[in-house]
């Protein structure tokens, strides 16, 4: 089955703790993005890469840390110093090259909420 | 960064009515992306337009990119309760895709 996976569905943290919240895809695409959804609210990009060994701050970074050590996953790590963490976090993969990019698939989501 | 608004935030029609949303962009956009995230659930993909003055039809969804390709509509015609959710419009650019404020669609039965 191809698609993209995101682990866990449910994550509770403590104030204070760092959390990484899990992203795999197996579609071939090149180009990953980590969104955060409040509720009521539409998508807000955290960041985004097109590349292995490479990814760019969206509009939202501050508090948190990615990487990119294979194509198939994109972890994203919400740091202590983000100041309101509690959100659902989505995860898309995408083809992509220089002038357009294809649909954009997404995971099922992580719900984090700070205890 | 880029922004993408839509209007309105919110709509309630009752089933069998119309319902449009509008979105805007502040920047030419090389395509636009329309998307439906149902309630609880995570957004899928519905349509992308590229052609400027493009229009998609899907069933009862019809789709328009503006000439300028700054602004595009999603109109469904004779609204059911299927169509339950937010629907998303969404923007390359600036090599990342970044997404529309959403409007949110409830159908009274």
């Known amino acids: 089955d191809g698609g993209i996976t995101q682990s866990p569905k449910y994550l509770f943290r403590k104030e204070g703790q760092n959390v990484t919240l899990s992203c795999e895809q197996n579609?071939?695409?090149?180009?990953m993005y980590w969104y955060r959804q409040d509720p009521g609210q539409g998508l807000r990009l955290i960041y985004y890469?097109?590349?292995?060994?490479?990814?760019q701050k969206g509009d939202i970074a501050e508090g948190y840390s990615v990487s990119r050590e294979k194509k198939e996953s994109f972890p994203l790590t919400v740091t202590s110093a983000q100041k309101n963490p509690t959100a659902f976090y989505l995860c898309?993969?995408?083809?992509?090259?220089?002038?357009?990019?294809?649909?954009?698939?997404f995971g099922q989501g992580t719900r984090l909420t700070v205890v | 960064g880029q922004q993408v608004m839509q209007i309105p935030q919110y709509q309630h029609v009752q089933e069998g009515e119309d319902f449009t949303t509008y979105c805007n962009s502040s920047?030419?956009?090389?395509?636009i992306q329309w998307y439906k995230q149902r309630p609880g659930g995570h957004p899928v993909f519905l349509i992308q337009?590229?052609?400027?003055?493009e229009v998609k039809k899907q069933k009862r969804l019809t789709f328009q990119f503006g000439e300028a390709k700054k602004n595009s509509s999603l109109h469904i015609t004779a609204t059911q309760t299927t169509d339950v959710g937010t629907y998303f419009c969404?923007?390359?650019?600036?090599?990342?895709?970044?997404f529309g404020t959403g409007t949110r669609l409830t159908v009274i039965p």
């Open positions: 898309a993969s995408s083809m992509w090259n220089s002038f357009m990019n294809t649909e954009a698939f």
């Open positions: 579609l071939n695409h090149d180009a």
């Open positions: 890469s097109q590349i292995v060994n490479d990814f």
């Open positions: 920047t030419t956009l090389s395509n």
């Open positions: 337009l590229v052609k400027s003055g």
């Open positions: 969404a923007g390359f650019g600036a090599n990342n895709l970044f």
